[in-house]
């Protein structure tokens, strides 16, 4: 087993792995820049190292500072989290000829789920069904004759892509070529790479991934499936496990597809295979992500397994321990991603106060505590919070109840929007695909009225607050020294009139 | 004794004045009078007992600015310190057609799509920032001119910084 793992992450992942380094006896080293310098996940760490300024670039997309780090701090193992350098291929081949281990699965592997056509055409080799589409040619005269083929409303998808960015849907053939272009200049800006593939595009679908676990042995495991079809612009928000969509057969059919598709580029570790799911049950490939999820706790509550635990055993060799056959969904989970959000953008400020709810089936991955700063350096995801419950309707009762308590004043976040969407009818009928927000919740405002009780609240903190500032002012004891004359007074307050009645 | 606070709350001025008598308090919030009794009070919790409820909630203040959240619902609002702060706050305010457009949030300038002097249509983007890794566009609210560019491609704004002015037809 490893004797020390460097987190090369921030926020709340960075806390979640450290948890696990220390259940598992391994010491652990954070990593921060300097925008994170106090930070959460580097208080918890056994050791911290400031890695550089704020820029991403400069700091946790560093890799040969991070691996100079790991040298001089003596780590064996590095695990990169999700997000930063989590999918880069070349950091995980860098990792390894520095002679560490990286916690997670091959280049080769990440190379090949990296690359939106490549893992099609892995796909289509192994059996895997993958939406129909166009990935030929990047030349728009090609691109046009195969958009008609494929019929519209189509997809222009970014090769590199992921999180929607570099992605337009387009409805008909005059809107395709300033879609291209469009495209081409996001993703060029995003992931440096400004080459487009087009898709059909499945009406109304449901997105439901499968968790899958491999070990060097080449066993692979699929531990059942989260629905994250409540999206809003491409990215998840709200994820549940089971999905009120599955059936068990379902279920079994595409929980052997996820294994094989794993198993096309010899995965090891844990990894995510999403697909979509249309309204005649029929399912495809969308892509893998080579990395653990932010979502992955509520499999972890279904399944009792811990992924983070397991992630670092395989990395280090050891075989899992269990079979599919042995694996069962046990309640229901739902989880929340917490951002700040100013209408819908996210918001930065001081955290004044930050205050978790707990009770039976209740957790929460959070990187911040009262005091913290969110700045515009990072991703806007601050919180998690995952609930279990008995069934369906038990978990959405209990996440309500959570949210309830769950405070966090001083920046603006989207508790109200995620509560709203859990209590709203359709979603509690399950009636959930990737339109759910656009369709029931395009013109959602915060409600935002000002109660009496909410005033006189701030009006009485302020007053007592006030009171017992002058209290402290003059207090019978300010001064330590026990000769003076201030420690002989009476009880009396300055500015108060004596023989008051 | 009777404090008394305002509050800015939208448009309006809202008034909180307090009446203590030992543990009692007598709240009246624009006329409405609530009878009020702290049962608990923390560093930033408090509980009370409102007309005969209880209520847990949390105050915290930073600046003007006051955050309160009270059964799952986050409130926030503004302390008006004096008539005179409030005057001055209200006084910023554009000449009629002309739209200083401002980044919503702080970021960084990706690219500035407009010239001064160039005539704009309704919706045309004018600057692409970037922000917590997401491109935002800043639009023209309606056809005109560009008065003014105020930033450039590279440069960090922050929120609320006027970025473009633009004259209406």
């Known amino acids: 087993m490893f004797k020390k793992i460097l987190i090369a992450n921030r926020g709340e992942i960075a806390i979640r792995i450290i948890r696990a380094c220390q259940e598992l006896g391994i010491s652990s080293v954070a990593i921060y820049s300097e925008a994170d310098a106090g930070s959460l996940h580097t208080l918890m760490a056994g050791e911290s190292a400031l890695i550089g300024p704020p820029t991403a670039a400069e700091s946790y997309l560093n890799s040969n500072r991070i691996l100079e780090v790991a040298h001089e701090l003596g780590c064996d193992a590095i695990h990169p989290g999700y997000g930063f350098l989590a999918e880069n291929a070349t950091f995980a081949q860098a990792v390894r000829a520095a002679g560490l281990s990286f916690i997670g699965p091959s280049a080769e592997a990440i190379r090949i789920m990296g690359s939106k056509t490549a893992a099609r055409t892995a796909m289509r080799k192994a059996g895997v069904p993958v939406v129909p589409g166009y990935q030929d040619s990047n030349d728009n005269e090609a691109l046009l004759v195969a958009a008609t083929e494929i019929g519209y409303p189509l997809l222009v998808k970014a090769i590199a892509g992921g999180g929607g960015k570099g992605m337009r849907v387009v409805e008909m053939a005059s809107a395709l070529p300033e879609a291209l272009e469009s495209a081409r200049r996001e993703a060029l800006n995003a992931f440096g790479d400004d080459q487009i593939y087009l898709e059909k595009y499945i009406a109304n679908p449901h997105h439901i991934e499968f968790q899958i676990f491999g070990d060097d042995a080449g066993r692979v495991v699929h531990l059942f499936e989260r629905e994250c079809s409540i999206q809003r612009r491409h990215q998840k928000i709200i994820e549940e496990t089971p999905s009120p969509l599955l059936n068990a057969t379902l279920r079994q059919q595409m929980g052997k597809a996820a294994v094989a598709a794993a198993k096309a580029v010899n995965y090891a570790n844990a990894g995510t295979v999403e697909f979509l799911v249309d309204d005649e049950h029929n399912f495809y490939f969308l892509e893998m992500n080579t990395r653990l999820q932010v979502e992955h706790p509520i499999t972890e509550m279904v399944t009792g397994l811990d992924l983070v635990k397991w992630q670092i055993r395989v990395a280090a060799g050891e075989p899992l321990s269990f079979e599919q056959e042995g694996l069962s969904q046990r309640g229901h989970a739902i989880i929340y991603a917490e951002d700040p959000a100013n209408g819908f953008l996210p918001d930065i400020g001081p955290v004044l106060q930050a205050i978790e709810p707990v009770g039976p089936g209740i957790r929460v991955d959070s990187g911040i505590t009262s005091g913290d700063e969110i700045t515009m350096h990072y991703d806007p995801m601050i919180a998690k919070l995952i609930v279990l419950g008995e069934n369906r309707p038990d978990a959405l009762r209990k996440m309500k109840w959570a949210l309830k308590q769950y405070i966090i004043l001083g920046v603006t976040t989207n508790i109200p929007f995620l509560r709203d969407v859990t209590t709203h009818a359709a979603f509690r009928r399950g009636e959930t695909t990737t339109h759910f927000v656009e369709q029931y919740f395009a013109d959602w405002q915060s409600a935002g009225n000002i109660s009496d009780t909410a005033l006189l609240a701030a009006a009485l903190s302020e007053m007592l607050d006030n009171t017992q500032t002058n209290e402290q002012r003059y207090p019978e004891a300010a001064t330590s020294d026990p000769y003076s004359p201030w420690g002989q007074l009476p009880k009396f307050r300055v500015g108060e009139q004596i023989g008051k009645e | ?169």
Not at chain 2, 8 to 25: H, S
Not at chain 2, 67 to 86: C, D, K, P, T, W
Not at chain 2, 104 to 131: C, F, K, N, S, Y
Request: proline share 1%; aromatic share 4%; hydrophobic share 40%.
């Open chain 2, 1 to 169: 004794m009777i404090t008394e606070f305002k509050y800015q709350v939208g448009d309006e001025i809202k008034t909180v004045t307090i009446e203590r008598d030992g543990n009692q308090f007598q709240v009246t919030v624009d006329g409405r009078v609530h009878s009020v009794t702290i049962n608990q009070l923390g560093q930033t919790s408090l509980n009370l007992e409102i007309n005969g409820q209880q209520q847990q909630v949390y105050v915290a203040r930073n600046g003007s600015w006051r955050y309160v959240a009270l059964a799952g619902e986050i409130q926030v609002f503004e302390r008006v310190l004096s008539n005179q702060a409030r005057r001055q706050r209200l006084g910023i305010g554009s000449a009629i057609g002309l739209d200083s457009l401002a980044a919503t949030m702080p970021g960084v300038v990706l690219e500035t799509l407009v010239a001064e002097g160039d005539q704009v249509e309704r919706g045309q983007t004018l600057v692409l920032l970037e922000a917590m890794k997401m491109e935002l566009r800043v639009t023209a609210p309606h056809a005109g001119q560009v008065r003014k560019l105020l930033c450039s491609a590279g440069q960090t704004v922050e929120r609320g910084q006027i970025l473009v002015e633009i004259e209406a037809e």
